[in-house]
C-alpha cells in the first residue's frame, strides 16, 4: 500500500470558546475532518489541521475558558498570547469567529503576519472597514474567505438543483421568514437563547448586521446580484436581562422587514425577529414561485407544488375552506446523508490553500455582506429605496 502523504495545516482558532465557534467551527467541523483522517485530495493523499485555541489576555475569562475546551476535546495546544502565534511560521492560516467588534483589529494582524485568512461574518462593522480587510488581503497576496455555511444546508441544495432543472420556469419572487422568541431572560423566566451583545448596538448587535449578510449571500449565489434594497427595523423588545440577571436597555434592532430587488427583476422579501413565535416549517423558510411550480425551503427539507398540481381556489369567506392548502406539496428527494455546512466549507477552504484550488466566498464577498446591510439601516434611517452600489474587485 503506497504511504499516505500528509500536509498537516496549523491553524490559529480565536474566538472558539463561544458557542458558534465551539460548535460548528471546531466540534462539527474541524475535529470531525481530524477523526476522518484529514480531507482526501488524491488517493494517498489528505490535508490534516492542526488547531491551536487562542485567546486575549484581555479577557480574563479565557486562560480558564481554553484550557476547559482542550480538555473537553482532547486537544492539547492553546495559547492567550496570540500575537506571538502569529509570528509562528507553524501555523499559516487565522481564523476568526470573536464577536464582530473585535474582528477588524485580530483579522487586520493576521494579514499584516502574511497568514491566510478565514472568518466569520460580519467581517466589520461597517462596509468601509470590510472592504479594507479585502484591499489588504489582496495587496499581502494571501487565501482568504467569510463563512457562507447556508450555501451548503440540503434544503438550499436541493433548491439550487430545482432551480438548475427549471423546474420553477421564470422565477417570479422568493418570500422569507426567519427568527423565533428569544426569551427576554427576566428573573423567575425563560432564560434567553442567545447573548445579551446581540441586543446592544455599541456592541456589535442588530437583527441588520447579523442576518443581511446572511441573506446577501444567499440570494446572491442563488437567484442573483441584488439590484436595491428597501428595509424597515425595529426594536420591539425594549428591555432584557444579561447573563449576570442584571436588565439592560436594548439598543439594537431585534425585527427587519426587507425587500430586495434583483437584477433579473425577481423581487425578494425577507421577514427577520426575535419576537415570532414560530408556526411554519422550519425556523427559516423561503417559498419561492414561479411560472411552472413552486417550491418551500427550510434548512433540511423543500416541498415543490408544480403548476399541474396547483389547486384552484375560489373566494367564498361564508364557508370553511375546502382546500387543504398544505396537503398538495411534494417533498423532494434528496442525498441519504448531508455534511455539515460548515464542514464543506472548511474542507473547501483547505483545499483552496493548501491545493490552490477554487474558492468565491472571500474577503469581498464578506464586504458586499456588510455593504447590504449598511445600505439596509440608511434605507431605514431614510425610509426610501436605495440602489447598492459596485464594490470592485
Known sequence: MAEVKRHKVGIIMNGVTGRMGTN????????????????????????????????????????????????????????????????????????????TTRRLGWVSKALEAGKDVYCEKPTATNVEDAYKLYQLAKAKGVKHGVVQDKL???????????????????????????????????????????????????????????????????????????????????????????????????????????????????ICHIDSGWMFRVRRDDLFVLQVDGTKGSAIVGLRNCLVQSADETPRPLWNPDIDQPIDFFAGWKPVEGEDHYDNAFKVQWELFLKHVVKDEPFKWGLLEGAKGVQLAEMAIKSWRQRCWLDIPELKA
Open 24 to 99: 460548528q467551527h471546531l466540534m462539527r467541523s474541524i475535529l470531525e475532518i481530524i477523526k476522518q483522517g484529514g480531507v482526501k485530495v488524491g488517493d494517498n493523499e489528505v490535508i490534516m489541521p492542526d488547531p491551536i485555541l487562542v485567546g486575549s489576555l484581555s479577557d480574563p475569562r479565557n486562560p480558564k475558558a481554553l484550557e476547559e475546551l482542550c480538555a473537553k476535546t482532547g486537544l492539547e495546544k492553546w495559547s492567550t498570547d496570540v500575537e506571538g502565534t502569529l509570528e509562528n511560521p507553524d501555523y499559516p492560516i487565522y481564523f476568526d469567529s470573536q464577536s
Open 152 to 266: 451548503w444546508l440540503p434544503g438550499f441544495l436541493k433548491l439550487r438543483k430545482l432551480i438548475q432543472e427549471g423546474f420553477f420556469g421564470e422565477i417570479l419572487s422568493v418570500r422569507g421568514e426567519f427568527g423565533y422568541w428569544v426569551f427576554q431572560g427576566e428573573p423567575g423566566g425563560q432564560p434567553p437563547q442567545r447573548p445579551s451583545w446581540n441586543y446592544r448596538k455599541e456592541d456589535g448587535g442588530g437583527m441588520i448586521l447579523d442576518m443581511l449578510c446572511h441573506y446577501r449571500y444567499v440570494i446572491a449565489n442563488i437567484f442573483g446580484p441584488i439590484k436595491s434594497v428597501s428595509c424597515l427595523a425595529a426594536t420591539h423588545i425594549k428591555q432584557r436581562w444579561d447573563e449576570a440577571g442584571k436588565p439592560y436597555k436594548c439598543t439594537a434592532d431585534d425585527a427587519a422587514y426587507a425587500t430586495f430587488e434583483l437584477e433579473n427583476g425577481i
